[in-house]
């Protein structure tokens, strides 16, 4: 693990002894595609060259539990299954293979059509493959599924006590940012009745994934569950002068910080219909690629300070990486590149987030984004083109 010192810029606080760290990672891994069953196709062999970028980046950070982004959806299990063994169970350049033995995936709301004209361009469009039907989907997506995620673990996962929020609706949630079309005096009038009776708040879905730390054979008594809370929000982009994808991402964003404030949460129900938030003793990692960054970009005022300011999340040490503060020169960004994990062209911003609990001490966190010059520089690249990603995996480093 010293050996990625160098190309994560890591941050390390003094580890109690004996303690054996968890290490939690988000990466945005840029494994969608533009056509349904494609990403199976690519998986098939282990020849694909940015996979195998991916592949090594996942084996050198070593995640004890990893939630890749923008991995389309595969009801099977199929291609998860693929990436596993053609790719992770194969060493790369020097990089010790990794396995996953346990794996959560669900159904996504992109690409999932609504049968209503969401993006009020006066066409329901129902063709999959193209942007017009994705601007029709509960989630953009040319096809059910694309920009899915998938969680892995070494560790259990309580199947049994997994939630979802992929059907809440956005109505539901009480002072809700609904959009305001711009050509009428109304109010969170974007969306008719009858779209907002159907209209999901989740543009991919809201998972609460329970993981069993500890060994449970030798010692049952000492396992502790952590949930993991993850999510893959819109983009506050793409939309106009409404900024239905703003309010959108921000009122994604608040789902969470409500499911964790005691008392706030009794509106918000899950896929089973069960209704209420997280126990307020309850240790939790929130997860994803948040879609917001704290100082830049094109998100709400205050989106991501939902998370970051909340009183149960401890997000004192950010992660951080040489890579990104090697482009401080050429950003547009105002904020410090350092703790950047996306790159578009010149502009860069910090997206993604590995968020612990105040009741889990954090012990080290770090971007793999290694610096030009650095021998690993090469799974990054300059973005042009995309060697792995446009994003960068994120990890934290808990005590449990």
């Known amino acids: ?106 159904p996504s709301n992109t690409g999932i059509p609504s049968g209503f004209d969401l993006d009020n361009d006066g066409q329901v469009s129902t063709t999959p493959g193209t942007r017009a039907y994705g601007g029709d989907a509960f989630g953009f997506g040319l096809f059910p599924g694309q920009y899915g995620m998938v969680l892995l673990s070494k560790y259990p996962i309580v199947q049994e006590q997994v939630r979802t929020f992929q059907m809440f609706l956005w ?82 964003l608040r789902l969470w910080a409500d499911y964790i404030t005691p008392g706030r949460a009794d509106y918000l129900y899950d896929d089973r219909r069960q209704r209420g938030g997280l126990s307020d003793t309850a240790s939790f990692v929130i997860m994803g690629d948040l879609n917001a960054d704290p100082i830049d970009g094109d998100g709400m005022p205050g989106a991501i300070a939902q998370l970051l300011d909340h009183p149960r999340v401890n997000a004192d040490l950010a992660p951080s990486s040489a890579g990104g503060q090697a482009i401080a020169a050429a950003s547009t960004a105002i904020g410090p590149t350092r703790f950047h994990t996306a790159s578009f062209g010149r502009q860069s911003l910090r997206l993604d987030y590995v968020l612990p609990s105040t009741d889990l001490r954090v012990v080290g966190a770090g971007v793999f984004w290694p610096a030009p010059g650095d021998p690993l520089f090469r799974l990054v690249g300059d973005g042009d083109p995309i060697i792995s990603s446009d994003h960068r995996l994120v990890w934290v480093d808990v005590e449990i």
């Open 1 to 106: 693990m010293l050996g990625i010192a160098a190309c994560l810029s890591l941050g390390v606080l003094q580890s109690s002894a004996g303690a054996a760290p968890i290490r939690f990672a988000s990466f945005n891994a840029y494994l969608n595609r533009e056509a349904e069953g494609q990403l199976l196709a690519d998986l098939a062999t282990p020849d694909n060259p940015q996979v195998q970028a991916v592949a090594e980046i996942i084996q050198r950070v070593n995640p004890d539990v990893l939630l890749l982004l923008e991995f389309d959806y595969d009801p099977t299990g199929e291609a998860v299954r693929r990436f596993q063994e053609n790719y992770l169970a194969v060493g790369h350049n020097g990089a010790a293979p990794i396995r996953f033995p346990y794996v959560y995936l669900a």
């Open 171 to 252: 109505k539901d949630m009480p002072g809700a940012l609904l959009p305001s079309d711009p050509a009428t005096p109304n109010a969170g009038d974007w969306y008719s009745p009858e779209e907002l009776a159907v209209f999901r708040l989740s543009s991919k879905n809201h998972w609460d994934v329970p993981i069993l730390i500890g060994d449970s054979q030798s010692d049952p008594g000492g396992n502790r569950t952590i949930h993991v809370l993850a999510s893959h929000p819109t983009p506050p982009v793409f939309d106009g002068p409404e900024d239905r994808n703003g309010r959108r991402n921000h009122d994604e």
